[in-house]
């Protein structure tokens, strides 16, 4: 348990459908990321949000949204994906200071496009 | 970002240490040097981090450069649960951190 939890877990969707990933970390922390990665790739940085406030955008196609709430949810909103999309796709948070900034990742979720 | 250059593979024996080597030849005065590993089907877990010191704790052990421009995860005794992805990462303390951008890693196989 890390402090970091992802919902759903696996997701299939077909390429019309609109859905949501879900992430909440409890752990106080003031930044939350979400990072994709494909079969036998890196991590992609996708977004950043630091208070709350989106930081970073990766050049990320408009069909991910990210929505973030509050300081302790962060959302990733999917409509007209590709199958190319399927990936696990990861939510993190970090506290940005001076201690290190050490990344707590949740378990992802198993996105299938279908 | 400053960036971190780690080997591919390596393989190891249960029971036995391994030494995971990373370069970070760029790293500036104030990055932290972190490690994370990625067991299958899973989410990254941090391994541990420092700035200059080696450190410890009950997972591993760092041993940092005197310059700072290469660092080893050591793991003193492999198990079969250690077999994972293991990435070295810089995180810098000040300014503008957001882009944590994580390598290919180096896959470790732990043979029984």
């Known amino acids: 348990e890390t402090g970091v939890t992802q919902t759903p877990r696996h997701l299939v969707m077909g390429m019309t459908n609109k859905k949501s990933l879900k992430c909440e970390q409890h752990?106080?922390?003031?930044?939350m990321y979400w990072y994709k990665q494909s079969a036998k790739k890196p991590l992609e940085l996708m977004f950043v949000?630091?208070?709350?406030?989106?930081?970073e955008n990766n050049s990320v196609p408009s069909r991910f949204s990210p929505e973030c709430p509050n300081s302790s949810h962060l959302f990733l909103h999917l409509h007209t994906l590709q199958p190319e999309d399927s990936a696990l796709y990861l939510c993190?948070?970090?506290?940005?200071?001076?201690?290190?900034?050490?990344?707590?990742f949740g378990e992802g979720s198993w996105l299938t496009v279908v | 970002d400053a960036k971190t250059t780690q080997p591919n593979s390596m393989e190891s024996n249960e029971e036995e240490p391994v030494h995971l080597p990373c370069n970070h030849s760029?790293?500036?005065?104030?990055?932290?040097i972190h490690w994370y590993r990625q067991l299958p089907s899973q989410g990254p877990e941090y391994v541990i981090h420092?700035?200059?010191s080696n450190v410890n704790n009950r997972m591993a052990s760092l041993a940092i450069a005197e310059d700072r421009k290469s660092s080893t995860l050591i793991l003193h005794r492999a198990t079969l649960r250690d077999a994972a992805v293991y990435y070295c990462?810089?995180?810098?303390?000040?300014?503008?951190?957001?882009?944590?951008?994580f390598g290919k890693g180096t896959l470790l196989t732990v043979n029984p």
């Open positions: 760029t790293i500036s005065g104030t990055d932290y």
């Open positions: 993190a948070s970090s506290q940005q200071d001076n201690s290190g900034n050490t990344i707590y």
């Open positions: 420092g700035l200059t």
């Open positions: 752990l106080g922390h003031n930044a």
């Open positions: 990462i810089l995180i810098n303390s000040g300014g503008s951190n957001y882009k944590l951008t």
């Open positions: 949000y630091s208070l709350e406030e989106r930081v």
